[in-house]
Every structure is written in C-alpha cells, then in structure tokens.
C-alpha cells in the first residue's frame, strides 16, 4: 500500500479548530510589596499569634473574668517583662535548659550507639526493634519515681528521664528512615568499598536524613515537654527549680500571672528552638537537596 492511499482518521473530540492566544493570563507578573510581605513566613506565624493574643486580651475585658482564674495579657506579659528585667526569669530558663541540653545530648549519644549495632548486626538490629517497642509507648514522666529512688532529687533523676524521652523517639524514627534507603543506593557504597561508620555516615544518613530530622524534632519535644512536667512534680535543685517548678510554686501560691509568664516562656522557647534551629537545618538539607516540598 503506498503513502498516498493512507488515510488518517481522528477523532472530533481531539481536535481543536482555533487555537488563538490565551487571554488575561498572568504568566508572570511582578509580586505587590504587600504579597511579598505576607509571603515571609514569619510574617504569617506572627500574624496568628498576634491575632490570639487580641482575642485573649478581647475576651478577659469584655468578659470581666476573674483576674485570680484568668488574667488578662497585658499584666501576665508585664509580669513576664519584669521578670526578664529582674534576672528571675532568666535564672529559671537557666536551670531548665541546662538539663535539658544534657539530657537530649546524652540521649542522641544512646541511640546512634543502638543504631550502630543495628546496621552492623542482625541481633543488633533485632535487639533495637524489641526495646523501641517496648519502651516507646512508656511515658517517661512514668519512671520519675524509680528515677528518684536511683539517683535522688536532683538533676540526674531528670536528666535520666530527659533521655529516655529522646532516646527512644530518635532512635526508631532514624532506623526506620535507614531501613528505607533504596537497595541501589546501598550497592553505590558497598561499591566504593565503604563499611562500618563511613557507610551509615556517608550513605546511610543523607539518604534517611528526613526521617532523622523527624525523630530530633519529636525527641525534643518529648524530652521538652517530658522536663517540664518532671518539675511541675520536683523540680527544686538545691533549693531553686527551673520553669516547671516555677509554675507549680507560683500556682500553689495562687500568682496567677507568673504562671502566665512562665507558660509564655515554656512557648517561646519551644518555637525559638522549632523556628530558628530545626527551620534552618530543614532549609540547608532536606529542602535544598529536594527531599521535601
């Protein structure tokens, strides 16, 4: 059959008879100072919490709440204010953190050793299954009492606590993240010879790295919150407390604005951390290696 008796039948419905320019379409346009604005993320966070903070001050003056149960924002954050200004916050942040800091060390130093056996060995690997699935469901605030009875009131018995909130979170969402790496990507480092800690660092790591953030961000929350709840229970370290002990004493002694304040600070914090530290890691990593949208 030659070319010319060809014939080449299409269908109506995919055709299309005027193909004329598309109209009234912005295929690039110049971004307002006012979208520009608004496109800073900060500046959207901000406008959230500035917008809670005018319904809270709003409802405590319409409502005439009673100031002992409910204070109002404006005289919580003057509390705050002189707080800061006089050291006595300052003092208190202190005392927490620096738990806090060795605790979350201390249990990041723990489970990248469990990780370790976990990719050098079977056992290894099935020994770190059975204890995450043991211990990841127990409340850490639920071993306060034996932690007590180890090491006494002080900062050990919280820092042991702090660990074993991190510890745990960290080191499932990391294994998982490691089970995970495609088998090519294995094969690339077995290749170049690579075993033992250069082969998790060098192959391992950056390819789960987004579910290695995912279980720092959920240890420090855990170990965060977990610490806090600790002093609310005992939080007196030869005779001062950090945050927690600071709202269990001032609400004991019913100052209902210094519970505000240190609330206020317990929050600051934890978005300051979430904000300008894991923020940062996730836009030098994950999203410019285009591991996540």
């Not at 180890?150 to 660990?163: D, E, H, M, Q, V």
């Not at 279980?215 to 407390?241: M, P, Y």
Request: include cysteine; aromatic fraction near 12%.
């Amino acid at each position: 059959m030659s070319d010319s008796t060809l014939e080449i039948y299409v269908r109506s419905e995919f055709t299309a008879d005027d193909l004329s320019a598309a109209k009234d379409v912005d295929v690039e346009r110049q971004l307002s100072p006012l979208e520009r604005f608004w496109n800073i993320n900060a500046v959207r966070k901000l406008s959230i919490l500035l917008g809670l903070i005018i319904a809270w001050e709003a409802y405590t003056r319409i409502s005439e709440v009673e100031p002992l149960l409910f204070p109002t924002f404006s005289s919580s954050f003057a509390v705050l204010w002189e707080t800061l200004l006089n050291g006595f916050m300052l003092e208190k942040i202190w005392i927490t953190i620096n738990v806090l800091v060795v605790g979350y060390a201390a249990g990041l130093a723990c489970a990248a050793l469990f990780l370790i056996l976990a990719v050098s060995t079977r056992i290894g690997s099935d020994f770190l299954s059975t204890m995450t699935a043991m211990f990841q469901p127990l409340p850490a605030i639920s071993l306060l009492p034996l932690a007590m009875l180890w090491f006494g009131l002080g900062a050990p018995a919280l820092i042991f606590i702090t660990i074993h909130s991190v510890l745990w979170a960290v080191a499932l969402s990391t294994h998982v993240g490691f089970m995970g790496v495609s088998e090519t990507q294995r094969m690339v480092g077995r290749n170049y010879g690579l075993k033992g800690i250069s082969y998790i660092f060098k192959i391992l790591v950056p390819a789960a790295f987004t579910s290695i953030l995912i279980g720092l961000k959920v240890g420090w929350a855990f170990a965060w919150r977990t610490l806090i709840g600790a002093e609310l229970v005992f939080g007196a370290l030869s005779g001062k407390g950090g945050l927690g002990w600071m709202i269990f004493e001032k609400g004991d002694n019913l100052d209902t604005p210094y519970v505000f304040a240190a609330l206020f600070m317990v929050i600051v914090i934890g978005l300051l951390v979430e904000n300008l530290i894991f923020r940062n890691i996730e836009m030098k990593t994950v999203d410019k290696w285009g591991m996540q949208r």
